[in-house]
Every structure is written in C-alpha cells, then in structure tokens.
C-alpha cells in the first residue's frame, strides 16, 4: 500500500471540490467547527449545544449531498439541474436544523440517528434509482466499502503517528501544550483527512473499470473466515437460550434483541460481500449458507418478537421499541423475500432500510408519534387509577417530558402548556438545558399533583474540593489513597495495626475503617451527597469549566474527622462524582469519591 503524498492530496482535494463542491465546503466547515468546539470555547451552554447540533447537521448534509451528486452524475446531469438538487439537499438540511432540538427533546437524537441510517443507505443506491443493473450496483458499493476501509486504515495510521509525535514534543521540549490538541487532532484526521481520501476514491456510478474488475478474493476469505464464525458464535449462544427459556418457560431478556440484530447483520453482510461468486464452481456451499442463514431466523425472529412483545405490553411503546418492532418486521419479510426469490434484488436492503428509517422519523406512522401516543394512553389510565405497588405515573411523565416536551402532557391539564413552556424558556435563557428540563419537570409534577417520588432528578456531576492542589499534611503519620474504581475493600499496615478500609454501597455511601481491638469508624457521604445534589439543584455551585458537569466545592465541607483508641482519621475528599440524585432515589448509588485517610497515632 502507497501512503499518498502531499502533492497527490492536493491534486486529489481540487479533483473533490470540482467534482463535489457542496461535500467539500462541508468537510471543511465541519472540521474546522468540530476543532472549535474541542477547544472548549467560553460560550454559554445553549449556543453550544446549538453548535454541536449544527455538526450533527453537516453531518447529514455530508451523506446528503454526496448521494444527490452520485444521482446527478448518473443521470448525466451539468449545471443548473445539479446546482438544484444539491440546494434543495442544502435547504432540507437547514429545515431539520430548524426544527429539530436534540438538547431539549431526546425524541430528535432518535431522528438524527435515523436521518444519518437513512441517508448512508441512500448513498449506497441512490445512483442505480431505475439504472444499471445489480452487479454493477454490488461492484459500485465494494469499491466504497473497500475505499472506506483503506480510509480508516490510514486515518488511524496517521493519527496515531501524529499524536505520539505531539506527545515527543511536548516531553523533549518541556511544552505545556492543552489536552484538547488531541481532540482537535483527531477531529481534523477523522473529518478532514478521512473524508477527502474517501472521497478521492469514490468510483464513477458506470465506470468499466470498476464494473468489470475481478472479485477479490481477500472479501471471500474475510467472509469465509471472520463474518461466518462470528455468525456461528451468535448463532449457537442465541439458540442455546432459546432452548434454556423453553425448558425453564420463561420470557426472554430484553438483551437478545442486540444478539440477534448482530447475528443478522453479520449474516446479510456475508451474502452481499460473496453474492457475486455464490453460483460460481466450487461455491455451492454459499448457496446452502443463503438458505441456512434465513432459515435459522425464522426461530430468532420468533424470539425477538417475544422480547420486544414482554417489554411493549408492560411499559408501552418507546423510540427504542418502536423500532425493535419494526427491525422484526424488516427480518421477516427479507427471509421471506430471499427464500421464496433466490435470485432477489440485492438492491432491496438498503433501500427497504432507507425508506423505512425515513418513515421512522416524521408522520403519524413514526417512532416518535406512536411511542408518544403509547405512553400518553399509559398516563391516561395510570393517573386516575389506584397506585398499587411501584407507581409508574413519574416515569411516564418524566419520558414525556424529556422525549417530547412539555405540550406532550397538554391532555392532561388545562394550564396552557404551550405558553408556560416558552415562558419557562425565556425566563432561564441563561441556564443549561438539562437545568431547564428540571424546572419544567418539577412544574407539570405539581400541575397534575404527582410526587416526585420515583422520577429521576439527577445528573452526572463532578464535585472538586476548592482550592489549592497542594494541600498541608502536617501533624499526621500516615496517608491511605481511596480511588474511585479500586477494589472496595482493603487492607493496609498502618503502624502496627492491621487496618481494614472498606467503600460501603449498600443502601449508603460510606467509607468504613475497621482494625482489631478497636471501634470501626464510618465516614457516611450520604449527606454529603444529599448536601450537593441541593445546592446543585439550587444553583449554588460555581463551575469549574464550561461543561455543565464539573463544579467547586468548599474545602472544609470535604473534610471530616474520625478519631478511636489507636487514631485520630481525617477524610480528605479531591472529589466526588457520579449520578447525584434526589434524596428518596438513595443517591449514594453510582457515586464515587477519590482523596485520602490521614491517620494520626495518640
């Protein structure tokens, strides 16, 4: 393999402007925007956000715009025709930006996700829409997955080479360079380089070249060696459980919904990559590998509608769901496709999985709009009813809330939602998101009279001790370090005292210190904890950085002091971080704590 030298980069970086000018003004505005944002600019968290979601978008525009050029090009079009198409890719992109808000309602991170699914497969056919035929499509879309894969290969090649040269700089030359170099590094080698090489080497739709060029036998040997056997793995574990909740009559784990989507995408990976070679001498073991391969989904499609079914008839309908119940219908219907048609269109799957991503993000039909729907029914007859057991009212809420925003709980109130959320908005404009959506949270709770019992109020949050890095030790005999992710129990030779140190998480947050011949001592964070979460949620912290999750803490509320027979122990926290949450939801869960015991013998 020839590493590419300076001059063919440049010559290859007009060839793509000329040749895709909306994708290259993208690449380039997108990289630099994504250095800027490592950079961790002092901007307010909004605008920020607003930024990230702009990358999200020429993200979007990237895959969009590459797939209108691919469609123009195979058409023949010039001039006016393929400055249309690519405007209207361009006014589509800035219309999502408009509409969507992926800091304020997850619902439009599922859609985001959806749009980029749905405009990568359209990349894939969007040059053989009603042209050429499928062999010409497979060979198009092997010389882009094999592209791609050089891509990557030199991509990391050459990050990793600059990153350890940046780090030899800094160690030979006493620098004192930002971390964020790294980041931003990465982003212009992963943007940047990695997307102008690929698109160096996006073939021409028809090219002779590309269409009659021999079938690599190094895909063959990949898909015999590593796809199959992966298959086989996810295979026998997935029939293995299948058999075992038979035996013991059990509904199956939410988890097997992930095995088998792996298990199918290694097997219709594997047949497209052989599909050329599979009636050729010597192959026709491909042909029975096609049929076992959709034959043994019918029994996965099975259980994964058992999966999908026990989650939807207890908690309704979510994004996530919605689509699990559609990727079990895109299952079934291929296996049905490819068994009754074994000569079927190729160009079927990416282009039944585009239209159906498409469908999933607006419309009545759409994730959003079912699972809204679903879990407004919930709401329906969970808020009237009798509580018994666990009261599912503040999860629903707080889904609704946070998934599709306020007015999505309009039904069950005749306060004006709509008015009091952009009330709320123009109020807090100053504050984050997340600290918007907690106002909101705790408004509608108390307009449809729910306790907050039950509904998340946290966020992950790093509490640092304020002051000095340095800190004075003088008077005491020995230090013990307590990490964050160490093993939670331990025993230390203090002196001559065998002192066990144990980080307690059942039911409370504390760190026990245990010896022989002597009282146990327990430092309980709890209140602590409980003492943060307030004034966070108060807005009594003061930041440290812009990222919304670290803040300062003063030093004397962490430290505290224990003493026994043999010691006087002194807790000394750098910092706490972790999921704080409201009192009732036992907040010492998913907490960690790093600093020191200083021990000083009487």
């Known amino acids: 393999m020839k590493f590419p030298s300076l001059a063919s980069l440049s010559r290859n970086a007009i060839a793509i402007a000329q040749r895709f000018p909306t994708v290259f003004i993208v690449v380039v505005f997108a990289t630099l925007l994504a250095c800027f944002l490592i950079g961790e600019p002092t901007i307010d968290a909004r605008l920020e956000n607003q930024l990230w979601q702009l990358l999200a978008t020429c993200g979007l525009l990237l895959t969009l715009g590459l797939a209108v050029d691919l469609f123009a090009e195979s058409r023949e079009y010039a001039g006016i025709r393929k400055w249309v ?3 209207a890719a361009i006014i589509l992109c800035a219309v999502l930006y408009a509409v969507l808000d992926p800091a304020l309602y997850r619902t439009d991170v599922v859609r985001l996700g959806l749009l980029a699914f749905a405009f990568h497969h359209l990349v894939a056919f969007a040059p053989f829409i009603k042209r050429g035929s499928n062999i010409q499509f497979w060979h198009f879309n092997k010389a882009l997955f094999l592209r791609l894969l050089t891509a990557v290969l030199y991509s990391a090649s050459l990050y990793a080479g600059l990153a350890v040269a940046i780090f030899g700089v800094e160690e030979l030359f006493n620098l004192d360079l930002p971390s964020e170099i790294y980041g931003q590094l990465f982003a212009v080698v992963a943007i940047g380089f990695n997307t102008l090489f690929f698109l160096a080497g996006v073939p021409t739709v028809f090219d002779s070249a590309t269409t009659g060029a021999s079938y690599p036998k190094g895909l063959k040997i990949f898909t015999q060696y590593v796809l199959i056997p992966l298959m086989t793995i996810y295979l026998a574990i997935l029939l293995l459980y299948e058999v075992k909740i038979l035996v013991d009559w059990e509904m199956p784990k939410g988890i097997v919904a992930m095995l088998i989507s792996g298990y199918a995408v290694f097997g219709i990976l594997s047949l497209l990559l052989v599909w050329p070679i599979r009636d050729d001498e010597g192959n026709r073991w491909l042909t029975l590998f096609s049929k076992s391969f959709y034959l043994t989904m019918i029994p996965l499609i099975v259980l994964l509608v058992l999966a999908v079914y026990q989650r939807v008839s207890y908690y309704g309908l979510t994004e996530e769901r919605h689509l699990l119940v559609v990727l079990a219908l895109w299952l079934a219907g291929t296996a049905t496709y490819f068994l009754c048609f074994r000569k079927g269109d190729i160009q079927l799957i990416p282009v039944s999985l585009a239209v159906l991503a498409l469908l999933s993000t607006f419309g009545p039909q759409s994730a959003t709009h079912v699972s809204r729907h679903s879990q407004q029914r919930r709401l329906a007859e969970t808020l009237n009813a009798a509580t018994e057991g666990t009261d599912q009212r503040p999860s629903i809420i707080t889904y609704l809330l946070e998934a599709h925003g306020l007015q999505s709980l309009q039904a069950f109130t005749q306060v004006d939602l709509r008015s009091l959320d952009r009330e709320i908005d123009a109020t807090n404009a100053e504050l984050p998101p997340y600290r918007i959506t907690w106002l909101k949270r705790d408004t509608i709770f108390a307009l449809l009279e729910v306790p907050l019992s039950g509904a998340s109020e946290g966020r992950y949050l790093s509490i640092y001790r304020e002051g000095p890095d340095v800190i004075p030790i003088q008077g005491y005999d020995y230090g013990y370090r307590i990490e964050p992710y160490r093993t939670d129990s331990a025993t230390a030779r203090i002196g001559t005292n065998d002192v066990r140190i144990s980080v307690e998480r059942d039911g409370v947050l504390a760190i026990k210190v245990a010896m022989q011949n002597d009282s146990t001592l327990l430092f309980d964070l709890a209140p602590l904890v409980d003492e943060i979460y307030q004034a966070h949620k108060n807005g009594q912290l003061t930041q440290r950085g812009n990222d919304g999750t670290g803040f300062l803490y003063p030093a004397e509320k962490m430290e505290t002091t224990r003493e026994n027979n043999h010691f006087t122990i002194t807790l000394l926290l750098d ?28």
């Open 85 to 87: 198409l690519r405007l």
């Open 575 to 602: 910092q706490v971080n972790g999921d704080f949450l409201a009192p009732h939801e036992e907040s010492s869960h998913g907490i960690y704590a790093t600093g020191y015991l200083l021990f000083k013998e009487k």
